[in-house]
């Protein structure tokens, strides 16, 4: 019995091992399409053509994101604010963003 509790135990670390590796691909490829936005101006377009193609609805699949056409609504709309990946995980960024919401309603 406690031989299955640790394989299952392991097989499920390396599942959440895979996908964080999935959603790694995903931020790549959100933060190149950033850069193609500011170099060539086609930064939404390259996201929803990764997005919409089998091997970008496979990486989002194994990420644990379900490729409909909302995420990738989400990704254009992400890719055309211009915030690299990096800065809008961080910290700073949203307490920035919760500062200038709260501003706006009051």
């Known amino acids: 019995m ?3 509790v640790d394989g299952a135990a392991f097989n499920n670390e390396q599942g959440n091992r895979a996908r964080k590796l999935f ?3 995903v931020l790549a490829a959100l933060d ?3 850069a193609d936005d500011k170099k060539y101006g086609n ?3 390259q996201i929803a053509r990764w997005a919409r ?3 970008g609805r496979e990486v989002l699949s194994c990420a644990g994101i379900d490729p409909n ?3 990738v609504s989400g990704l254009m709309d992400f890719v055309g604010k211009g915030v690299r990946t990096s800065v809008a995980l961080s910290r700073e960024e949203s307490e920035r963003r919760n500062a200038a919401a709260q501003a ?3």
């Open 32 to 34: 190149d399409a950033i």
């Open 53 to 55: 193609s089998r091997d």
């Open 23 to 25: 959603a790694a691909v």
């Open 2 to 4: 406690t031989d299955f």
């Open 104 to 106: 706006e309603a009051a």
């Open 69 to 71: 056409e909302r995420v």
């Open 43 to 45: 930064g939404p377009e």
